[in-house]
């Protein structure tokens, strides 16, 4: 496992930052994969968070170790990913992507990679 996967995984759950309109936008994550290429994780096509990384690919992701004062944060700009075989080894990797999706060809799951830009660790 790589190191930004592995502080993710260690924290629980992560946050995806946004542009939304004029505005930030943000919400809880919990599957990601880290790859030489880049982070990966899915959400529903129909979700604003799709739409938003479809219209602007600038977006941060987050993740704070809770009852510490160790955090994370990740600069990228996200490009939706249609390689089959990258989904199917999200799917794989992330057990639980599959509750929430048929199979890495639903029409309903957007899977996104982030091209890492600046990762920061702080303690």
Not at 33 to 54: D, P
Not at 93 to 114: I, K, L, N, Q, W
Request: glycine share 8%; hydrophobic share 35%.
């Amino acid at each position: 496992m790589n190191k930004i996967e592995e502080f993710i995984n260690a924290c629980g759950a992560y946050y995806v930052l946004t542009v939304n309109g004029d505005s930030p936008a943000g919400r809880p994550f919990g599957a990601i994969m880290e790859r030489e290429e880049g982070l990966y994780f899915s959400t529903g096509a129909e979700k604003e968070v799709c739409r938003q990384l479809r219209a602007h690919a600038n977006m941060q992701i987050l993740a704070h170790r809770q009852g510490t004062r160790r955090w994370m944060r990740v600069s990228g700009q996200a490009e939706e990913c249609r390689d089959l075989a990258l989904r199917r080894e999200l799917f794989e990797h992330c057990p639980s992507v599959a509750r929430h999706f048929t199979g890495p060809e639903d029409p309903d799951c957007a899977v996104f990679c982030v091209k890492v830009v600046r990762a920061e660790f702080y303690e």
